[in-house]
């Protein structure tokens, strides 16, 4: 069966979104999707070593909810599928293609490779090889921002912390231990659970109980929504009231975005579990061509204003590659380094 349960709807015409949002949120998708397009390029030519796993066909969900956030302000944890997260939080595509590469110029120093993207200055908060390994480290951080509002009286402690995982990361403890922490607690973080139907080879319906999982945050009394995981502006409007929802000390929400990644789990994967009426289904529910349908429909855009958008991201994708063929590999000397703190 190609889907259990019936999509949310989101009438777009209501979303009301400017011209100047829509065209942000679709340049956001793109360079998400061109970049992990030339990933794969890079890694089967052997630029790129390691497990890369894309973020292809999930782009509606990283550019709706952090696109909704403050930049550089607001927090964003990720997981293994880390790129786009850290391209939808502002970090430049050359360093994040750098730390794929493993060079000196990449947002990790080189030392953290696909699986761990990480940048203080963008507020994100790492990425994470293990399964919900993010969910405690986001709900930390979402605590010191009450405490600091709360305790410590800090006027500008109003941060709100976005943690990413996905369906596989709900079967295990930490996302139960955090979600009742958080709510206990009224912390400002949104539980963003990318329900792409598949956790590595195990289908989410064979894996819980109750595979509908916004409804689990009913358990804990905190705000569960569902929302449309292909449609950013359904996204981007569910995400906008979580956060406004956070900001204002109201406490957590947990969001199932229902998305599908285009690709194999990662790129060593055969992609041979999942059924050619399947990915056939989901293909045409594209996130970044439905988003272009709505803004020429709704005479927000028009197609040589999109293309102009394509080509400047090709070029930004580009230049990002070359960036990080021309880096320098880390210094051996510092292979010590970055292990503990060090004075400014």
Not at 100 to 113: D, E, I, P, V
């Amino acid at each position: 069966m190609v889907q259990e349960r019936t999509l949310p709807r989101f009438d777009t015409r209501t979303g009301q979104i400017t011209k100047e949002e829509g065209l942000r949120l679709y340049e956001d998708m793109v360079l998400g999707r061109f970049f992990e397009d030339k990933c794969a390029e890079m890694y089967y030519r052997g630029k790129m070593f390691g497990f890369v796993h894309l973020y292809n066909g999930q782009e509606a969900v990283s550019s709706g909810v952090i696109k909704a956030m403050r930049p550089d302000e607001d927090y964003v944890a990720s997981t293994y599928r880390d790129h786009v997260h850290a391209l939808s939080a502002g970090v430049p595509a050359s360093e994040v293609m750098a730390e794929l590469f493993g060079k000196a110029t990449g947002c990790s120093k080189g030392r953290g490779g696909s699986m761990h993207l990480f940048s203080a200055q963008h507020r994100l908060l790492g990425g994470y090889a293990f399964v919900a390994e993010g969910i405690p480290v986001a709900t930390g951080v979402a605590f010191q921002t009450k405490y600091r509002r709360e305790a410590m009286g800090s006027p500008n402690a109003d941060q709100v912390t976005a943690c990413f995982f996905g369906d596989g990361a709900c079967n295990n403890g930490q996302f139960f231990e955090c979600l009742n922490m958080a709510a206990l607690w009224k912390l400002p973080i949104l539980f963003v659970v990318e329900n792409n139907k598949w956790a590595i080879g195990m289908a989410h319906e064979r894996a819980t109980s109750d595979p509908e999982i916004y409804k689990k945050a009913s358990a804990f009394g905190m705000a569960g929504v569902e929302v449309d995981g292909m449609d950013v502006l359904a996204v981007y409007s569910v995400a906008r009231e979580a956060i406004a929802r956070a900001r204002a000390g109201e406490g957590p929400t947990l969001i199932e975005a229902l998305t599908y990644r285009f690709r194999g789990h990662s790129l060593a994967d055969p992609d041979e579990l999942r059924s050619k009426e399947e990915k056939d289904f989901w293909f045409t529910r594209d996130p970044i061509k439905r988003l272009a349908a709505y803004l020429t429909e709704q005479n927000l855009a028009n197609s040589e204003e999109l293309k102009a958008i394509e080509k400047k991201v090709q070029a930004t994708v580009d230049h990002a590659v070359k960036f990080a063929e021309e880096s320098a590999e880390p210094d051996p000397s510092e292979l010590y380094r970055y292990i503990f703190a060090e004075d400014e």
